[in-house]
């Protein structure tokens, strides 16, 4: 086994607020200058929706990620061919137009205007050219279904629901919708790191987070065309690529990244996972329909004595070996199968997760059918869920909901008493789960502290360039 250590993160989508703490954090630490204004490396999306930028789940209009035409995996976005012809001009990167052009008042305009009947306004004026301009788009335009069907029906998972599910979303009675934080994926197979001409892009072999070297990078942004959640931005004012780095200056000392301290859902989860690298290529080129199977296979178990021990003989440290055994992002993922990655079909293998949310639960009439009733009738469709974060299969996030569903159960039994025992253990056993992992669930998912949450293994920077030699530039 080559057996390496990833901090991978979890982000509990039922808890989620949409309250966009996570992006000011970000913000205001490591975009808020000259050239980065349209970057946001954390981001709250509205789904059904667009995104940001609009429509980046759309890979026949952006074409990133990796593809297996001919049984082969390789780039979608290019060839060695393409890259050197589109070099200067890459027709698949997103436009300014898909993001939106930032901008600000002149507020002067305020406090100088003289006095009048009418109340001064402050024009907004582009960031860019400096002219007055009107908005048409913002970083998150359709916040909350604003405008909706409109931008929700436009959303590409949108095909995956049937016409009757399409009609029904939107009635009155069903409207529905949750919030999708997103930040870098840190892919255990990233597109971006392949694509990159110059080798300015890299995967820190100390914790597998995946970074930009600004000194070698030429902006050629095949980078960004190659990323198919379009988390690598373009920097207009400094002439390079950026991207979110994991906020690796607090890792380094032991410190959540900005957007999980800030996080007040308490939604967000970090921790070290232990993969086997040799498996890399296996994982990412399996069938669809196996996709997330081979993947929890790629991860393995840290308590295992044989895991242990290969750890070790790849130069693994004690301590790291220990975060991982502690790792709350191995619980939900790998222990529990709660998490699952977003768009595993892009075969980037993200080591960002996510517990899929719950939602109300309607009958045929519109009406309410209860607390816990059939998942299959939940407001949010199963197919829509399955098309974000399962490629399409159904069954893995049926297994999530229904294990939060039984934990819901066990947890009001606990506290309202309104639940019978008989019921209860009914609803356990058919979500494979027993009142010890329910438990367990509930604390962690509620009641932990942040050193529960936040599983950060210390710095061990003596490792980084042996691993990056043995690595290379990509895995």
Not at 184 to 206: Q, Y
């Amino acid at each position: 086994m080559d057996v390496r250590a990833q901090i991978a993160t979890v982000f509990h989508l039922d808890k989620c607020l949409g309250c966009h703490t996570c992006s000011v954090a970000c913000k205001n630490i490591w975009t808020d200058r000259k050239g980065a204004e349209y970057m946001w490396w954390n981001n709250v999306e509205t789904k059904p929706g667009t995104g940001y930028p609009t429509l980046w789940e759309d890979q026949e209009k952006y074409r990133g990620g990796w593809e297996k035409p001919n049984g082969e995996l390789r780039l979608r976005s290019q060839s060695r061919t393409s890259a050197l012809l589109n070099i200067f001009h890459n027709p698949s990167l997103p436009s300014l137009d898909d993001y939106y052009e930032p901008w600000t008042y002149d507020y002067q305009k305020l406090t100088d205007a003289p006095p009048g009947d009418d109340q001064p306004t402050a024009r907004p004026i582009s960031m860019i050219t400096g002219r007055y301009m009107d908005i048409e788009a913002g970083p998150n335009w359709d916040d909350d279904l604003a405008g909706s069907p409109v931008y929700a029906s436009q959303d590409p998972n949108w095909a995956a629901l049937t016409p009757e599910q399409s009609q029904q979303l939107f009635a009155f009675e069903r409207l529905v919708f949750f919030h999708l934080p997103r930040t870098c994926n840190h892919c255990l197979n990233p597109a971006c790191v392949a694509a990159c001409p110059s080798g300015a892009l890299h995967k820190r072999g100390e914790d597998g987070l995946v970074l930009i070297d600004q000194d070698h990078c030429r902006g050629w942004r095949h980078c960004v065309a190659a990323c198919p959640y379009k988390k690598t931005y373009f920097n207009w004012e400094a002439g390079r690529s950026e991207k979110c780095i994991l906020c690796f200056p607090r890792l380094e000392t032991a410190q959540a990244p900005a957007c999980f301290h800030s996080c007040p859902g308490r939604i967000r989860f970090v921790g070290v996972l232990l993969y086997d690298a040799g498996r890399i290529l296996e994982a990412a080129s399996a069938p669809q329909e196996q996709l997330i199977d081979r993947y929890r296979d790629l991860i393995l178990d840290p308590s295992e004595p044989e895991v242990v021990r290969a750890a070790r003989a790849c130069g693994i440290p004690a301590d790291v070996i220990e975060a991982a055994q502690r790792s709350p992002v191995f619980s939900f993922v790998k222990l529990w199968r709660l998490a699952l990655p977003l768009h595993i079909e892009f075969r980037t293998l993200p080591t960002l997760f996510y517990v899929p949310p719950l939602s109300p639960v309607v009958d045929g009439s519109g009406a309410e059918a209860g607390l816990f009733s059939d998942i299959e009738h939940f407001r949010i469709p199963l197919r829509y869920l399955a098309s974000l974060f399962a490629a399409r299969n159904e069954e893995p996030v049926r297994y999530s909901l229904r294990k939060q569903q039984a934990v819901r159960q066990f947890r009001r039994a606990a506290t309202a008493g309104d639940i019978a025992v008989e019921t209860v253990a009914s609803a356990l056993a058919a979500a494979d789960c027993n009142p010890d992992e329910a438990g367990a669930i509930y604390r962690l998912t509620t009641l932990s502290a942040a050193g529960e949450r936040f599983v950060i293994p210390p710095l061990h920077r003596e490792l980084t360039t042996a691993a990056r030699e043995s690595m290379g530039t990509t895995t």
